[in-house]
């Protein structure tokens, strides 16, 4: 296993966390900074607060403020490490295929979203590390021990305790648990998996009933602080919400309309590794466009960049196939005309609506694929097609990390 590449991927992430550079807390990094002093006071009590409830970025935080002191570098050292080991994981991961584990950490490495949530103690680069982790080791159920699913449960309550938005991962859970059952596979990793669950759930009930003296007070928390929107919107913006507002949303982020348009040929390759990962990015793109803040009511997740950092992972492994199967030839000509044609509408719609540079970034998208597409089969063809096919990738977050450095 080559990790030369692997080094080489993790270091660019770095660098653009430094050029980016980690801002002052000012928001919600700045409540959990608080929050982590408040912490190790001995009168200390629990709010209504989501935010008081993330304990896997409040601890972290304040150990390294404890321990290297207080600065905006040490405050988002706990999300870089997160985000860095999310790479490595999908890297190792496909560490067979050098074809698919490059481009997928690189174009990770790489994103917009994923290097400005790096540089902030959000949540958000942690749970996407959490989520990633708890779904690597279910696509290898059929080959580990069944116990396993214990570990996979402890991580999906570690994310929990992150943010409660790693809960989108059930309905994709229960979708693979009754394709596996129905088939007759599996079963005792389920079992297993559904008493660890329910160990898990007793587990936050015990923490809240611990911390608060209330059973149901971290649920019923999350209730407090979100109203009930449904009800607030008339009949003309709740189709809107439904409809044309997610994509809107979507198109005008750098960091996923290109990494949308990249991904989907990868539905139509029949690759047994991908499988898992293209139902899961389905599933998680249909619940967060969808999906609720609320447990008994339709409240809609906000259209925030960060709410969707969970995608960033599975599209990212389906763009690095896609990618694969470009260099390979193994798309049809009108899956190769369609996937060209969507770049090049979107810079045309792109121009009115954003700056020129928008338009040429997904130009550049285009030609990169293009000249990847021509080259020869030869090794040094080949070589040189990944390059051009990751390059816009690299030259888009080098452009943005210099338009809006903190430095």
């Known amino acids: 296993m080559n990790l030369r590449w692997l080094a080489a991927v ?130 290898f159920r059929h080959q580990i021990n069944s116990w396993v699913a214990f570990v996979t449960v402890a991580i999906i309550l570690a994310g929990f305790f992150a943010k409660q938005i790693m809960l989108l991962i059930i309905p994709f859970i229960v979708f693979a648990s009754r394709e596996d059952i129905s088939r007759k596979r599996n079963r005792l990793y389920w079992k297993r998996f559904y008493v660890a669950s329910l160990l898990a759930v007793i587990t936050v009930l015990l923490v809240s009933k611990g911390l608060t003296g209330q059973w149901f007070f971290l649920i019923q928390s999350v209730e407090v602080y979100h109203n009930d929107v449904f009800v607030s919107l008339t009949a003309q913006e709740l189709l809107y919400r ?51 803040t609320s447990f008994n009511r339709w409240a809609p997740l906000p259209l925030i960049d960060r709410m969707w950092m969970m995608m960033i992972v599975p599209l990212s492994i389906m763009a690095a196939y896609s990618m694969n199967a470009f260099l390979q030839k193994k798309l049809s000509p009108k899956i190769r005309v369609m996937f060209y044609g969507m770049f090049i509408i979107s810079a045309f719609v792109a121009f009115p609506v954003f700056q020129l540079s928008r338009s040429l970034m997904l130009l550049m998208f285009a030609v990169g694929f293009f000249i990847a597409e021509k080259r020869e089969t030869n090794k040094s063809g080949k070589d040189i097609s990944m390059i051009a096919a990751m390059l816009p990738s690299v030259i888009l977050v080098i452009w943005f990390v210099l338009k809006n450095s903190n430095w």
Not at 35 to 54: A, C, L, N, V
Not at 93 to 106: D, G, I, M, T, Y
Not at 121 to 127: E, T
């Open 10 to 139: 993790l270091i660019i992430h770095v660098l653009l966390w430094l050029l980016l550079k980690p801002p002052v807390p000012h928001s919600d990094d700045l409540v959990y900074v608080e929050e982590g002093f408040r912490m190790s006071s001995p009168d200390y009590t629990i709010s209504e607060s989501p935010k008081s409830h993330r304990f896997l970025v409040i601890i972290p935080v304040a150990v390294f403020v404890k321990l290297f002191g207080y600065s905006p570098f040490i405050v988002s050292l706990w999300p870089l490490l997160c985000s860095l080991m999310t790479i490595a994981g999908v890297y190792l991961l496909f560490r067979k295929n050098l074809s698919v584990a490059l481009p997928a950490s690189l174009i990770i490495s790489c994103n917009i979203i994923q290097v400005i949530y790096s540089t902030v103690a959000f949540p958000d680069a942690v749970v996407s590390l959490f989520s990633f982790m708890a779904i690597a080791l279910m696509h």
């Open 242 to 292: 439904l409809t044309a507002e997610p994509m809107v949303f979507l198109f005008s982020q750098a960091g996923y309309w290109p990494l949308l348009l990249m991904a989907w040929p990868a539905f139509f390759l029949k690759e047994g590794t991908l499988s898992s990962w293209k139902k899961y990015a389905a599933i998680l793109f249909v619940l967060l466009w969808f999906g609720t």
